[in-house]
């Protein structure tokens, strides 16, 4: 069975492609501003969040180490990208085979490759978002060029993580729909656990450096992406290495994970469709 569906995902590259194309020319199709929306989207966000914690809040983001780089902005930034992603990727493919009812119970393929496809999209929107991003750091004096291989290692760790979760959301929500409205309440939470509008020194003072609790917080893995993008584009910096291993086990794990729950929950999907 295992090597049937390796079979299968390498055989249906064309069909993964194509579904990924259809995707981006849908997703802001008939809309007058098109692609600046991946841009427009984060930029509100940032004029909120900066608002609310930099301004009323007086939350301050600390000097990049060793960059020296100290913008608020720029800081929020390098955190809320990931999430989004994360968000955006989940959103999209838990309906993958929802939304797509009607070819899954005509035609036969690796169903799998759907949900692929709406992430693959969001990896495009993704890259820009950096893009966008890495070159406003330079006007701030970061060399973010010299960081670029670091930062596309850290873009397939979270591709991976998110198309696993991604798997699992998919195929549950065939069978339980109130999944779709669970998972945003979900997100919200996971949006607070994780360092992205205040700064890991804030958590440290509260919970310590040491000790089950700081443990706990950091086996948060959108924490561990978060504070991953921040080392290297805003402090300019190599993520520790045990961090690294961290994020390579939860990727690995999260897919895994996915293609074992969908590979478990595929066989009455089209039934349930």
């Known amino acids: 069975m295992p090597l049937q569906k390796l079979t299968d995902l390498t055989s249906s590259k064309e069909l993964f492609v194509n579904l990924t194309l259809r995707e981006l020319r849908s997703k802001y199709k008939r809309s007058v501003l098109g692609w600046t929306w991946s841009l427009l989207n984060p930029l509100t966000s940032l004029l909120i969040y900066g608002f609310v914690f930099a301004l009323i809040f007086g939350v301050r983001a600390p000097a990049g180490d060793p960059s020296g780089i100290d ?56 890259l820009i978002e950096l893009a966008v991003l890495a070159v406003a750091l330079v006007f701030f004096g970061n060399v973010i060029v010299l960081w670029i291989p670091m930062v596309l290692l850290l873009v397939a760790l979270e591709v991976v993580f998110v198309l696993g979760l991604a798997l699992m959301l998919s195929a549950a929500a065939v069978y339980f729909r109130d999944l779709q409205h669970l998972l945003g309440i979900v997100l919200q939470v996971w949006f607070y656990s994780a360092p992205i509008v205040y700064p890991m020194s804030l958590v440290e003072d509260e919970l310590g450096t040491t000790g089950w609790k700081i443990t706990l917080y950091n086996l948060n893995p959108l924490t561990r992406f978060v504070e991953a993008f921040r080392d290297v584009m805003y402090d300019m910096r190599m993520p520790a290495l045990d961090h690294l291993a961290f994020l390579f086990g939860a990727s690995a794990a999260s897919l895994l994970a996915g293609l074992a729950v969908f590979s478990r929950l595929e066989g009455k999907i089209a039934e349930e469709l």
Do not use: D, H, Q
Not at 93 to 114: D, H, Q, S, T, Y
């Open 71 to 126: 913008s608020f902005a720029m800081f929020l930034m390098c955190g809320l990208l990931p999430y989004n992603f994360l968000a955006n990727g989940l959103n999209g493919g838990m309906g993958a085979l929802i939304g797509n009812g009607n070819l899954v119970k005509k035609v036969f393929f690796p169903r799998e490759i759907l949900v692929a496809s709406i992430t693959a999209s969001w990896v495009v929107s993704f």
